[in-house]
């Protein structure tokens, strides 16, 4: 089965889902769901990963395609990844299925 999507999940520090999407719509990316959250990390993962863990977040979630996946990731790693005030991480995920897409129109007749 030819996975067809993908679906990526940010999480940023709050107030950075503008840079996420700013960086993913020019890696290809045409929208994405912002939802608010909380962090839990602890003191000791503070100083394991060098950082300074805000317990606001946010995680955007974009539906894409799957051949877009690669450039969408690296355009998020330079734009807020730890190293980045958002200090964001991003990961993929395969779709099995989904609906409700509007796909550009084909020359192919139905």
Avoid: W
């Avoid at 894409?64 to 690669?70: C, G, I, P, Q």
């Avoid at 190293?83 to 084909?106: K, M, N, R, Y």
């Amino acid at each position: 089965m030819e996975i067809k999507y993908e679906v990526i999940f940010c999480i940023v520090n709050e107030g950075f889902s503008e840079a996420v999407m700013d960086a993913a719509r020019r890696a290809g990316a045409t929208g994405g769901t912002v939802m608010r959250s909380r962090g839990t990390a602890n003191v000791e993962s503070e100083k394991i990963f060098g950082i300074t863990v805000s317990p606001q977040k946010e995680i955007i979630m974009m539906l894409v395609d799957a051949s877009l996946r690669n450039d969408i990731l690296h355009a998020l790693y330079k734009a807020i990844g730890l190293d980045t005030p958002g200090q964001g991480i991003a990961f993929a995920l395969p779709v099995d299925e989904a609906v409700g897409i509007s796909l550009p129109p084909t020359d192919k007749p139905e």
